[in-house]
């Protein structure tokens, strides 16, 4: 009876994923394979074809000249391995203050203390605010002209900053907003795997005279390894990717610039907008990602296998 009812199980199981299926082809394979297939062209916008106007493609296929073009990290192509360093140290500062101040956060929740429920939403509140929202309002408070942060600092007998100019202070800057932004999620996802430990472990560590520091290494982190490693990649994914708060709060800004922003740049800015261009980077960005998941999976899986 099972054998002959796993045929039918396979086809409804099947009937399910299909449209799922269907639409990642349309939304994410699709496109790209067209953006794979851009980066080898010399296309842009005055060569793709235009059916309104009636024009037909006029690019042509160039084969790998945009990453040689790309890689020699020519100013012309963006400065690629100068744009990527500064990729890296956004998403490196990023994600390394969300998770220890989204981990602190989360041991303090974790604590039965009046008004909890309350904290939790307080903190919860950036996650929830729009990102554009929260990118404006950074924007105004960090106004070198009229900012609340330029005021208080000239309360206190400190100089005023040029917080968004050209300057580093602009990279420092979106890191700041872009923290505030993340923490919540990893607060929130951390706070569960805090919860998920088992109480028995803590108190017979407490029961054999640790302290709790030592709880903290030889049990807390231990225990939050399986939560950490997701919330790290999908943070680092994450973060490599923001565009929406640099770009909303600095602008086209050099000191800010990264990969996808610069990507958006010679997408949708210029006179000529160069899709190849874009594309190439785009693909690259999408490399970069998947070798870092690759390494990452590595590593998790070697120490779980050690662990």
């Excluded at 980066?39 to 296929?61: E, G, K, M």
């Excluded at 100019?165 to 999620?185: E, K, R, T, Y």
């Amino acid at each position: 009876m099972r054998l002959r009812d796993s045929p039918a199980r396979h086809r409804f199981a099947a009937a399910m994923v299909l449209p799922v299926v269907a639409v990642l082809a349309v939304l994410v394979v699709l496109p790209l394979a067209q953006g794979l297939y851009f980066s080898l062209t010399d296309v842009d916008d005055s060569s793709i074809a235009n059916p309104v106007l009636q024009r037909p493609a006029t690019y042509h296929f160039t084969g790998p000249t945009n990453y040689a073009h790309v890689l020699s990290g020519s100013p012309a192509y963006g400065s690629f391995w100068a744009t990527l360093g500064r990729t890296a140290v956004w998403t490196v500062a990023c994600v390394c203050c969300h998770y220890v101040i989204g981990l602190a956060l989360a041991m303090l929740l974790n604590r039965h203390v009046r008004g909890r429920g309350l904290y939790r939403v307080l903190l919860v509140l950036p996650w929830a605010v729009p990102v554009f929202i929260s990118a404006f309002a950074w924007r105004y408070l960090l106004n070198s002209g009229y900012g609340p942060v330029n005021r208080l600092l000239e309360a206190l007998g400190l100089p005023g900053q040029v917080w968004l100019g050209q300057s580093d202070l602009a990279l420092l800057s979106v890191i700041a907003v872009n923290v505030w932004l993340g923490v919540p999620f990893m607060m929130v996802a951390l706070l569960g795997g805090l919860q998920a430990i088992p109480r028995d472990l803590h108190e017979a560590a407490e029961v054999d005279g640790a302290s709790p520091w030592q709880r903290f290494v030889h049990v807390t982190l231990p225990g939050l390894r399986p939560v950490s490693a997701t919330v790290v990649l999908l943070g680092v994914i994450w973060t490599f990717n923001m565009f929406p708060v640099i770009y909303l709060v600095t602008g086209d800004n050099p000191h800010t610039r990264i990969l996808v922003t610069y990507a958006f740049e010679r997408f949708f800015s210029g006179a000529t907008r160069d899709y190849a261009l874009a594309s190439t980077y785009g693909v690259l960005i999408l490399s970069v990602l998947l070798v870092f998941a690759a390494l990452h999976r590595a590593a998790t899986s070697r120490r779980g296998e050690e662990w």
